[in-house]
């Protein structure tokens, strides 16, 4: 999931073509911005979505569902 401006750049209006050519424009305009996004979002991935972690966590719900605890 992107973090508005910490992570990548939102446009507000979904399916906006104009909208999507101005958040890549601005992006082109501003690498140092535009790395530091991109280091946030890896580091965001690697603190929230790893392998272990996601199994972790399915396996966790799945035993949530199976034990009826979720209803």
Do not use: K, N
């Not at 272990?52 to 209803?71: I, N």
């Amino acid at each position: 999931m992107v973090a508005d401006r910490e992570t990548g750049l939102l446009e507000r209006e979904i399916g906006s073509v104009p909208g999507l050519a101005r958040m890549l424009e601005w992006m082109w305009q501003h690498a140092v911005e535009r790395r530091a996004m991109g280091g946030a979002a890896r580091q965001r991935v690697i603190a929230h979505f790893t392998d272990d972690l996601m199994a972790r966590r399915y396996s966790e719900l799945y035993e949530q569902l199976l034990s009826g605890s979720m209803m």
